[in-house]
C-alpha cells in the first residue's frame, strides 16, 4: 500500500509563494509519474502539473511561468515552488502517483489560501 503525505500548504498574500512536498511511502514513486492536483471551493478537481520518473514536466495553462513541478527520487518526495500567487489559485491541492494496471494512489490535500 502506498501513502503519500502532501506539507506546505497555508495562508498567502496574493503576489507569495508556497513550496509544496509530497512524501511516498513504498517503493513505486521513482519508477513511476506523479502529479500535483487542486480543487477550488465549489469546482472540480483539476491538473496542475506532471512530472515523469525522468523529469519530463507538464503545467497546466493557468500555472505556467509560476509553478515548478520537481522531485527528488531519493527521498520519494514530490515538490511543487508556488511564485506569484493569486486569488484564484486557492484550493486543496492533491498529489498523485501513477501505479501499474491503471492504479492511482492520492494525498489527503493541503489547503492552499491566496488572500488579496
Known amino acids: 500500500q502506498v501513502q503519500l503525505v502532501e506539507s506546505g500548504g497555508g495562508l498567502v498574500q496574493a503576489g507569495g509563494s508556497l513550496r509544496l512536498s509530497c512524501v511516498a511511502s513504498?517503493?513505486?514513486?521513482?519508477?513511476?509519474?506523479m502529479g500535483w492536483y487542486r480543487q477550488p471551493p465549489g469546482k472540480q478537481r483539476e491538473l496542475v502539473a506532471t512530472?515523469?520518473?525522468?523529469?519530463?514536466?507538464n503545467y497546466a495553462d493557468s500555472v505556467k511561468g509560476r509553478f515548478t513541478i520537481s522531485r527528488d527520487n531519493a527521498k520519494n518526495t514530490g515538490y511543487l515552488q508556488s511564485n506569484s500567487l493569486k486569488p484564484e489559485d486557492t484550493g486543496v491541492y492533491y498529489c498523485?502517483?501513477?501505479?501499474?494496471?491503471?492504479?492511482?494512489?492520492w494525498g489527503q490535500g493541503t489547503q492552499v489560501t491566496v488572500s488579496s
Open positions: 498523485e502517483v501513477d501505479a501499474p494496471y491503471g492504479q492511482r494512489y
Open positions: 512530472i515523469t520518473p525522468s523529469g519530463r514536466t
Open positions: 513504498g517503493s513505486i514513486f521513482s519508477m513511476n509519474a
